[in-house]
């Protein structure tokens, strides 16, 4: 099949570039080009938003090891039916991602049934257990984009700190799940405060996470190492991000369809698929996300896809994973509530927000229409109204609290290196 | 009042006029208690399950004191005799019973909300006989029983409820009853163990037991459960004890006539002093008494709704 495409007559939006303009894009062996490519694949892209493909910082493939939950191959098709061409992989795998072997397996197995391009995170320590540094540099060289213990956050401040002192030697960025396992204790299990005392479920606070982002904070400061505060929850993170910010700090952040969404409140009949971590707040959390993500303070969107069985979520709520898929539903919701709803955000802020920010955090030559970048390429409908079914899901897993909502915008083509991915039903 | 509920899962879902008809019915069972023979026919051929997935005995025991009262037949799972300590689900636990017909599932279960999501489930009526922090509604409803019987009224009284208020399911089917039947609730401990979000349900909180102590129609203290002292909410049973124990001397400025009560079991010394658990105060033992009844009615009403149709 042809990786060679003539996408026509759409609005074209680049952020990389500052284009928002009606005009054509071209794609030619797999490459953006100027010119129309001889035999491309014709598109009409009339009445669509045209725009670099969408990446997902962070998402959980589940493979090796959770074959149950989610494969490389449905995890990459779920990315392409949301209209991500590009996903990083988290490493908390089984074996853990800690160990070049692993990253340049899950490589190869992206490369035969991946339909969207992986980017593999290696944990920080070995096992991710937070003590012992894992090889970082043979990580690199294998090709991770970032590290991380997602999920483990490295409690020991030591560690913490020689982690972003070795990584600036690669150049590259930290990931952290930022929480505080002491005020996180092992039986808590959604946000602290009306419903959880009400609910009788042990609850964590903010401060779980707000001491966590100051601290990296502290350390990105100190050690010049980027740290990327993974999905964000909590309203006093977005203070303490934006303060370091305003100082140069190399500190961002990162925030999730559902973190904007949905509140504690939604707990209230023990629904297991609304249980993760970090967990549901306030709305005053809300709207400081919101807030942090119309001044800049944010500026990436992710999923925290976390997939898990059926047979896994359907249990007491105590016994249940963390997690909800998110590939799918994570545009949808973004434009109904950033765009439509909330008005917080013009449609080119948001689709840097999807390509070009992560991209430059991540350090990958995506996220744009400039001539000679890989052909990926989003066609986004943002005022198409659909309606969340998960039976239709690509992912394994059904775990979303969205089934049933009803979403304005959406991708309708998705375009890895020139071919298409995924396109949307009649 | 007509009664449509096949599961009584917690008291913050119930309205008072629906506590109020189980009071009623209760009070009648408790006339079959008096009884030479203390047997009614209400639940002959229904089958009832006492699924206990967390230790207990005086809850199961007066759980399975009421079926067998009520002619139901009546079988006992414990977990640690069961398919769930070979790891088998709570759904397909639930779902084998409910292939053995069985008409009634009670249970007690360590996680907040497992008696929902078994209800939601289940064509077979569910009652709630404590999950995890979350509520143990027949407790609550046993207690406001009490109070009604001793004091003639709910409406009005000035109910303290001491200790271990985060962690107990007592307390949180206590306060939604005692708030929605119009009493006045404060609730009283160190604040590692009040969470001030109780506030929003309209009770006081305090901190000073002795301040509030004299003007109390009913003091209700709750069990200290040791392993919190080890997480750290307050330093020891001695200083708890001397702060929020129900002493001999505090008990001497009780009001005339107030209620001592105590879900049980007691851990004398340290929350309440043997001399005032079983002195005049005390309605302990009637809460007992009155549980059986109360648990009557619950099964009786519950039982008699339909089931609905298996998922």
């Given at each position: 099949m042809s990786n060679s495409m003539n996408i026509r007559g759409g609005r074209v939006i680049d952020p990389s570039a500052g284009r928002d303009a009606a005009g054509d894009v071209f794609i030619a062996g797999g490459k953006i080009c100027a010119e129309p490519a001889e035999g491309g694949v014709e598109v009409d892209a009339r009445g669509l938003v045209v725009c670099p493909g969408f990446i997902d910082i962070h998402v959980h493939l589940r493979e090796p090891g959770h074959g149950a939950k989610e494969t490389i191959e449905t995890g990459t098709r779920a990315a392409a039916a949301g209209g991500f061409t590009s996903v990083v992989a988290m490493p908390n795998t089984h074996p853990v991602a800690d160990h070049p072997g692993i990253i340049a397996w899950m490589l190869e197995r992206a490369a035969e049934v991946g339909v969207v391009n992986v980017f593999p995170t290696g944990a920080i320590t070995v096992g991710a257990q937070g003590e012992q540094l894992a090889p970082i540099g043979a990580m690199a060289a294998a090709g991770i984009v970032a590290v991380t213990d997602d999920g483990r956050c490295v409690q020991n401040h030591e560690v913490m700190r020689r982690a972003a002192e070795y990584c600036g030697m690669f150049g590259l960025p930290m990931f952290d799940h930022c929480q505080d396992a002491s005020l996180a204790g092992p039986e808590a299990m959604m946000h602290e405060g009306y419903w959880s005392t009400m609910l009788g479920l042990p609850g964590w606070p903010r401060m779980a996470e707000e001491i966590i982002v100051a601290r990296d904070a502290m350390l990105a400061e100190a050690t010049g190492t980027r740290i990327h505060c993974q999905h964000l929850s909590s309203g006093g993170s977005v203070r303490l991000l934006r303060e370091a910010r305003l100082r140069g700090v190399p500190l961002s952040g990162e925030v999730c369809p559902h973190h904007i969404a949905l509140t504690d409140e939604s707990v209230r009949d023990y629904d297991t698929d609304f249980k993760m971590n970090p967990p549901l707040r306030e709305q005053a959390d809300i709207d400081a996300l919101l807030e942090g993500i119309a001044d800049g303070t944010i500026e990436v969107l992710a999923t925290d896809h976390a997939p898990h069985a059926i047979y896994e979520k359907e249990v007491e709520f105590a016994a249940a994973p963390f997690g909800i898929v998110g590939l799918e539903t994570a545009v949808g919701l973004f434009c109904s509530i950033l765009?439509?709803?909330?008005?917080?955000?013009?449609l080119p802020e948001l689709i840097a927000m999807l390509t070009a920010n992560p991209a430059r955090l991540v350090g990958l030559d995506r996220g744009t229409l400039s001539i000679g970048a890989p052909g990926d390429v989003t066609l986004l409908d943002p005022d198409r109204e659909w309606t969340v079914d998960r039976s239709t899901f690509a992912s394994k897993a059904r775990n979303t609290p969205f089934h049933g909502w009803e979403l304005k915008g959406r991708a309708v083509r998705t375009v890895v290196g020139g071919r298409t991915a995924w396109e949307v039903g009649v | 009042m007509k009664w449509t509920r096949k599961d009584l899962l917690?008291?913050?879902?119930?309205?008072a006029e629906e506590i109020i008809f189980v009071l009623d019915t209760a009070a009648e069972f408790k006339d079959v208690g008096r009884r030479r023979l203390k047997k009614v026919p209400s639940l002959r051929g229904k089958t009832l399950v006492n699924l206990f997935v967390e230790a207990s005995t005086r809850t199961r025991t007066s759980f399975e004191l009421a079926a067998v009262r009520l002619s139901a037949d009546v079988v006992n799972i414990t977990a640690g005799g069961s398919s769930l300590s070979k790891g088998e689900s709570l759904k397909d636990t639930a779902k084998n019973l409910e292939a053995l017909a069985a008409d009634l599932i009670v249970l007690r279960h360590s996680a907040a909300g497992a008696s929902r999501f078994l209800a939601a489930r289940l064509g077979a009526g569910v009652i709630n006989a404590g999950d995890g922090s979350h509520e143990h509604p027949t407790q609550g409803l046993l207690d406001v029983f009490t109070i009604r019987e001793r004091l003639g009224r709910i409406e009005g009284v000035k109910v303290g409820i001491v200790g271990?208020?985060?962690?107990?399911r007592v307390a949180r089917s206590d306060i939604q009853a005692l708030t929605k039947l119009g009493a006045e609730v404060t609730l009283i401990g160190p604040p590692t163990l009040v969470p001030r979000e109780f506030g929003r349900l309209g009770v006081r909180l305090t901190d000073r037991f002795d301040d509030v102590l004299g003007e109390l129609d009913v003091v209700n203290l709750l069990r200290i459960q040791h392993e919190r002292q080890k997480a750290g909410h307050f330093p020891g049973t001695g200083e708890y004890a001397s702060l929020f124990g129900l002493n001999a001397s505090r008990a001497a400025r009780l009001k005339q006539g107030a209620l001592v009560m105590h879900p049980g079991p007691i851990h004398r010394g340290i929350e309440l002093d043997g001399s005032v658990a079983d002195g005049p105060h005390s309605v302990i033992l009637d809460q007992v008494t009155n549980g059986l009844a109360v648990r009557m009615a619950v099964l009786y009403l519950c039982g008699s709704v339909p089931p609905k149709e298996g998922e």
């Open positions: 765009l439509h709803q909330k008005g917080v955000l013009a | 917690a008291l913050s879902e119930m309205s271990d208020i985060r962690f107990s």
